[in-house]
Structures are given as C-alpha cells and as structure tokens.
C-alpha cells in the first residue's frame, strides 16, 4: 500500500523557519520525482516545489524561491521542505506528492503550516 506521512507543521511567527518531512512507502521511493503542493482553505492547489528522483535538480514557484529548500533522503524514504523567512501568505496546508512524470499520482494527507504572530 502507498503511503506519504507529512510531519513537521505548526505554528510559527513571521520570519521563522520549519522543515517539513514525508516520509514514504509501499514504493520504490528512489524511482519517482516529488513534490511539496499547498492549499489554503477555500483556494485551489498552489505547486510549491519539486525534485527528480535522484535529488540533483529542483524547481520552485516564483513565491518560494530563496526562501525554501527542497531535499530528499533516498536510503530514508523520505521528502523534505526547508522553510525559511516565512510569510503569513505561507499559511496553507502543505501535501507531498508523487508522479512517474509530470502529474502526480498520489497525495499525502497533508500538514498545515501556519505564520501568524
């Protein structure tokens, strides 16, 4: 059975940092490109950011870029976003996902982040 487990949300001021992690199985983890996607209620899906399966090339939305880091540990299973500098625009739900290509396949349940003072 596929699983991705999203861990590491919470609350947090303005300016702070959280890493997010989502960890992995029932696949062949190492095969597959990933994703971090986020929603805020009531929006519609925001891409956040992604990674190939070997980890050595990244991509990130234009609102993201400097301010977060996208990783992955194969031997672990495991995805992981490192936030920074966060913003109260931030707050959102936060899901990692996989695809074979472009589209992913599968969604975690997600993990709310939340910027407030």
């Known amino acids: 059975e596929v699983q991705l487990v999203e861990s590491g949300g919470g609350l947090v001021q303005p300016g702070g940092s959280l890493r997010l992690s989502c960890a992995a199985s029932?696949?062949?983890?190492?095969?597959?490109?990933m994703h971090w996607v986020r929603q805020v209620p009531g929006k519609g899906l925001e891409w956040v950011s992604s990674?190939?399966?070997?980890?050595?090339?990244?991509s990130y939305a234009d609102s993201v870029k400097g301010r977060f880091t996208i990783s992955r540990d194969n031997a672990k299973n495991t995805l992981y976003l490192q936030m920074s500098i966060l913003k109260p625009g931030d707050t959102a739900v936060y899901y990692c996902a996989k695809s074979a290509g472009v589209t992913p396949d599968y969604w975690g349940q997600g993990t709310q982040v939340t910027a407030s003072s």
């Open positions: 029932g696949f062949f983890f190492s095969s597959y490109i």
């Open positions: 990674i190939n399966s070997g980890g050595d090339v990244t």
